[in-house]
């Protein structure tokens, strides 16, 4: 267990609504990322954030948003949905930025199904 | 921008005998990490071995070691004594010194044989 929460674990839903899923960082992480993996595919990385603030953005769609909440928890936002965008989502999280080392510890992941 | 390239996508072994995954990256800079990240059906991903760019010295983790060319772009993992709890799919991940996202090559599925 890494001690980062994703919830919900499983999310099933229709072409062209919208989802919302969570994260919940490990205990004195300020940082978190989001990645996403399709079907046997490596990790792509989406947005980071730390402290509430967005400090890196990677392949991230239009369409998907995302926020830190003062309780540093997040929320990766996915509107619009494809079929495309069926894939495992990670959160992951790490005690600071990058001008040192630290580990990402990554959360079991929310499986989203776009039927 | 930097890219990290799994050219194995399957691989098998015996149990007990050694493995070795590779893996090979493409950056300008001279400040990074390395690591290898081990996913097994339960999707988690877990932590196998980190190598700092700076360092000369291959890392090694229990039966887990990695042989780090800098020169060559080369990161690769070597499994000893194999298990079969070792049977997963490998990822091989950049981060530069100064970025905040890792990079994950497309990965490398590992079958264990009893």
């Given at each position: 267990?890494?001690?980062?929460?994703?919830?919900?674990k499983?999310?099933?839903?229709?072409?062209?609504?919208?989802?919302?899923?969570?994260?919940?960082?490990?205990?004195?992480?300020?940082?978190?990322?989001?990645?996403?993996?399709?079907?046997?595919?490596?990790?792509?990385?989406?947005?980071?954030?730390?402290?509430?603030?967005?400090?890196?953005?990677?392949?991230?769609?239009?369409?998907?948003?995302?926020?830190?909440?003062?309780?540093?928890?997040?929320?990766?936002?996915?509107?619009?949905?494809?079929?495309?965008d069926?894939?495992?989502?990670?959160?992951?999280?790490?005690?600071?930025?990058?001008?040192?080392?630290?580990?990402?510890?990554?959360?079991?992941?929310?499986?989203?199904?776009?039927? | 921008?930097?890219?990290?390239?799994?050219?194995?996508?399957?691989?098998?072994?015996?149990?007990?005998?050694?493995v070795?995954?590779?893996?090979?990256?493409?950056?300008?800079?001279?400040?990074?990490?390395?690591?290898?990240?081990?996913?097994?059906?339960?999707?988690q991903?877990?932590?196998?071995?980190?190598?700092?760019?700076?360092?000369?010295?291959?890392?090694?983790?229990?039966?887990?070691?990695?042989?780090?060319?800098?020169?060559?772009?080369?990161?690769?993992?070597?499994i000893?004594?194999?298990?079969?709890?070792?049977?997963?799919?490998?990822?091989?991940?950049y981060?530069?010194?100064?970025?905040?996202?890792?990079?994950?090559?497309?990965?490398?599925?590992?079958?264990?044989?009893?």
């Amino acid at each position: 267990d890494s001690g980062v929460t994703q919830t919900p674990k499983h999310l099933i839903t229709a072409t062209g609504q919208r989802v919302t899923l969570r994260c919940s960082p490990r205990s004195g992480d300020l940082s978190v990322y989001w990645y996403q993996q399709s079907l046997d595919q490596g990790l792509q990385f989406l947005i980071q954030y730390y402290n509430g603030e967005e400090r890196a953005k990677g392949n991230i769609l239009e369409r998907f948003s995302a926020q830190q909440f003062p309780d540093l928890h997040s929320e990766l936002n996915l509107s619009s949905l494809e079929l495309g965008d069926s894939a495992l989502y990670f959160c992951a999280s790490s005690v600071g930025l990058a001008e040192y080392y630290n580990e990402q510890f990554f959360g079991p992941g929310t499986r989203l199904t776009v039927l | 921008a930097q890219t990290v390239t799994q050219s194995q996508p399957e691989m098998s072994v015996q149990e007990a005998e050694t493995v070795t995954l590779s893996c090979t990256y493409d950056t300008s800079e001279s400040d990074y990490y390395l690591f290898w990240y081990k996913q097994p059906p339960s999707r988690q991903m877990i932590l196998v071995i980190r190598q700092e760019a700076y360092k000369q010295q291959n890392a090694t983790e229990n039966r887990f070691s990695v042989n780090f060319q800098k020169a060559a772009k080369s990161f690769s993992l070597k499994i000893s004594d194999s298990q079969l709890g070792d049977a997963a799919m490998y990822f091989c991940a950049y981060r530069s010194e100064n970025n905040n996202d890792m990079r994950f090559g497309a990965g490398t599925r590992l079958t264990v044989k009893p």
